[in-house]
């Protein structure tokens, strides 16, 4: 299946037209139709699944997963790293308030698991 019919594809099942994804994504509203005869951007193709809700892999055929493999279930944290760099408005967060942090993101993951 070609880009542009995956494309399509998604789009009808989200209810939206090509002209909707492609306002949503922020690029020209015919943009997508063009696709026929010419790749698209990695950027523009990565807004268009962002507004989609898949991967760029799947659109691209590469895979049948529609989900983006990146993505975790709501109720799965299992590959949570508590070992990540941490920084707010581009300053380090102090480590006391990194532990914290962590405290907080390991007491949501339990709850998610009742």
Known sequence: ??????VK?????NGYSLTDVAIKAGIGEKSIYAWTKREPTVATLQKVADVLHVSTDYLLGRTDD???????SNNELS???EEIMMAFD????PDEDKEKLLEFAR????????
Do not use: N, T, Y
């Open 1 to 6: 299946m070609a880009l542009i019919d995956r």
């Open 79 to 81: 590959d949570f790293d």
């Open 9 to 13: 594809e998604v789009s009808k099942k």
């Open 66 to 72: 529609i989900h983006p493999s990146s993505q975790k």
């Open 90 to 93: 581009g300053k380090p967060i």
């Open 107 to 114: 007491f949501l993951r339990s709850q998610r698991g009742k």
